[in-house]
């Protein structure tokens, strides 16, 4: 019995550290950015073939996530910034979250971006099966995710990663 209470504890500490470890995004090689047309809140269409050229910031949200709210006015931010340097956001409302409620909060909010609503989860899947909410994607000039974040990213290296795209040629 003794000998188990001295187990415990440092089995407990590895499988936080294992927890922990398999939480963070590790960064992977830079891959494709997935061939989708969308419909924007405004009813234009676009796709993805039409991002080469600029930065791209996508992020996977819903206006039942809490975090996804609470970080807006950080993306709306981010995209301010950038804007002007080849830079560009669409938010993604997951396939569960009511039109009219993601109509409203972009509409009340003033989002300065592309808002689509991924009614049938098709854009979701092409970006690699996107579960969690907030998820965010960066696409540099050639069309390629570079950075995959699941959760509030630290904007603070996201911006430093942004300057770095936006300046490549």
């Known amino acids: 019995m003794k000998a188990s209470r001295h187990l415990a504890l440092p089995l407990l500490a590895v499988a936080i550290g294992v927890g922990a470890y398999l939480s963070f995004e590790r960064p992977a090689p830079p891959r494709p950015v997935p061939q989708v047309s969308y419909t924007l809140l405004d009813g234009n269409t676009a796709s993805t073939a039409q991002w080469p050229g600029r930065v791209m910031l996508v992020n996977f949200w819903a206006t039942s996530c809490s975090v996804c709210l609470q970080e807006m006015p950080a993306i709306v931010a981010t995209h301010e910034r950038f804007k002007s340097k080849g830079f560009d956001t669409l938010a993604v409302a997951m396939k569960y979250d009511p039109p009219a ?69």
């Open 101 to 169: 409620s993601v109509a409203h909060f972009a509409r009340s909010r003033g989002l300065p971006f592309g808002v689509a609503i991924d009614n049938t989860g098709t854009i979701a899947e092409r970006f690699g099966g996107i579960r969690g909410t907030p998820t965010t994607l960066l696409v540099d000039k050639r069309g390629r995710i570079v950075q995959r974040i699941v959760g509030v990213p630290d904007f603070g290296a996201l911006h430093a990663l942004i300057e770095r795209l936006v300046a490549e040629a």
